[in-house]
């Protein structure tokens, strides 16, 4: 049967609405129902609002110990996360950075911020992430490893680190990552940004490399308003973490003495006292996102033309936004149904245009094929995942 192009778009926005209801529904809204108010407001009658208090500790040591890491910092948000782990492991200006074509603009820039150079490589099907064994016969063409550096014979470079990113909150498959990596002597960063309660066999996301990145923007699992942190299990390197982006100060009861050019990117308490409330109520967000993608998976097993993205055996994904793929036949009709959901108060969006097409990167070095993750960008579609739809369906 030929799907009509009028049915796949009242078929998607039917499924959706057995699911996420008949109001209007965002893509992926906050909860604030636990402690917020209440440690928010304990911020304004004490005074502490800003870089100092007792909630940024108390935020650090509630992720830290939900992350498994030895040491969690707080920061401004995911982008300055991103930015100081790469320069935790030593990226400097020139080197060349790998990393997918398909992710949020934030994991380039943050490539540049180092004076570095993005790299881009091609994702995998099955995870929406950087495909380690394209990466792998990549590098036997394009890499060379001499006294311990790897080197891009093509642009004479050194390539210092690979920047995976966990899409949508699916883990890449880390272990054969970290593989290629030794192999070539590059550091792993991850940008666990999307990934905070995404679990790769039974392990947090964000132990693969020395440190990794999240973000708690107001559109991640949960948020501070705005903020990131760099988790790492180096305790030496989280000490200077926390060092370099507290204006490097040198502790003295009044003398300013600082040691390094650090940066002023340390969380406000008011944002942590956000945070530590939100981190309380992972697990419950957790379940109700689960409940969400279990309930989607179900209501488009029927639609045809339409398949629902699921966690890829690895990884325990925590379903941040939930993503369906249009086959090949109809997927010249995205954006037509993102168009008519849209207008229909279903908000959905397309995955990220790829990186390397942005004219500001479009001369940075890449792989010739990048065509899972066009073909990724051209299928996918997010639809509403807040938590609070997963809960209505208790
Ligand atoms: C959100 C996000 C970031 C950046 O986080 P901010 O807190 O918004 O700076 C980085 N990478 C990815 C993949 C993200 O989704």
């Not at 969006?349 to 070095?365: T, V």
């Amino acid at each position: 049967m030929q799907t009509n192009p009028n049915h796949l778009s009242e078929n998607i926005i039917a499924a959706i609405r057995s699911v996420a209801g008949d109001q209007p529904v965002a893509l992926h809204e906050p909860k604030f129902t636990g402690n917020e108010a209440r440690y928010v407001n304990e911020c304004i009658t004490t005074g502490w609002v800003s870089s100092v208090g007792k909630f940024v500790d108390r935020f650090e040591q509630q992720l830290a110990e939900y992350t498994g890491v030895k040491r969690a910092i707080a920061v401004v948000n995911g982008t300055a996360a991103l930015q100081v782990a790469l320069q935790l492991v030593g990226v400097k200006r020139d080197d060349e950075v790998l990393l997918p074509t398909l992710t949020f603009i934030a994991t380039a820039n943050a490539v540049s911020y180092c004076g570095a150079i993005p790299h881009f490589v091609d994702s995998a099907i099955d995870t929406l992430g950087l495909d380690p064994n394209k990466l792998e016969a990549y590098l036997g063409e394009i890499a060379e490893v001499r006294s311990g550096s790897c080197f891009n014979k093509k642009t004479g470079r050194r390539i210092k680190a690979v920047l995976p990113m966990h899409a949508f909150g699916h883990s890449v498959d880390l272990d054969r990552l970290a593989d290629v990596c030794r192999t070539y002597c590059l550091e792993l960063v991850e940008d666990t940004a999307e990934s905070l309660g995404s679990f790769y066999k039974g392990k947090h996301t964000g132990h693969w490399g020395k440190v990794s990145a999240l973000s708690f923007n107001g559109n991640k699992i949960i948020t501070t308003g705005g903020g990131g942190a760099i988790l790492t299990n180096d305790e030496a390197l989280g000490k200077f973490a926390k060092h370099i982006t507290t204006t490097a100060k040198v502790p003295h009861q009044w003398a300013f003495m600082h040691d390094e050019i650090g940066y002023n990117y340390r969380l406000p308490n008011l944002n942590a006292a956000l945070g530590c409330a939100q981190l309380e109520q992972i697990d419950s967000f957790l379940v109700s996102k689960r409940r969400l993608a279990q309930r989607y998976q179900k209501a488009f097993a029927n639609v045809e033309g339409v398949s629902f993205f699921n966690e890829p055996e690895f990884s325990k994904s925590n379903y941040w936004l939930n993503a369906i793929l249009l086959d090949p036949a109809v997927a010249h009709l995205r954006d037509m149904v993102l168009e008519q959901t849209n207008t229909q108060g279903i908000m959905t969006r397309p995955a990220w245009e790829l990186i390397h097409q942005l004219k500001m990167y479009a001369s940075c070095p890449r792989m010739d094929d990048l065509s899972v993750a066009q073909s990724i960008l051209k299928h996918l579609i997010n639809i509403p995942s807040s938590v609070v739809l997963g809960e209505r369906l208790e």
